[in-house]
Nanobody
């Protein structure tokens, strides 16, 4: 089992930045790819970004490309999502996940509880 806990969410004005963290415990975090997903009110959860177990092979959703950066520090069992130039449409609950590299939720075995990000206009 891998336990994941997200933090760093909050309320920010449009154009601002937030850095989300994903702290892992339990089984070795570095054995898994890491993904970030988000779910806005009334919408399905959607893919945001993914990196492989070494922090490479990175892919972003088109909606966040050039604004968000995924990274990880395996020595600290922590992953990150740096979010810049935030827009109101980025408002959502953000989830980190660990598992196999992929864009779909089914690739991931372990999920955090989510952290709320709200971007005001």
């Amino acid at each position: 089992q891998v336990q994941l806990v997200e933090s760093g969410g909050g309320l920010v004005q449009a154009g601002g930045s937030l850095r989300l963290s994903c702290a892992a415990s339990g089984r070795t975090f570095s054995n898994y790819a890491m993904g970030w997903f988000r779910q806005a009110p009334g919408k399905e959860r959607e893919f945001v970004a993914v990196c492989d177990l070494n922090g490479g092979n990175i892919l972003y959703a088109d909606s966040v490309k050039g604004r968000f950066t995924i990274s990880r520090e395996n020595t600290k069992n922590t992953g990150y999502l740096q979010m810049n130039s935030l827009k109101p449409e980025d408002t959502a609950v953000y989830y980190c996940a660990a598992g196999l590299w992929g864009l779909g939720e089914r690739s991931y075995q372990y999920w955090g509880q989510g952290t709320q990000v709200t971007v005001s206009s």
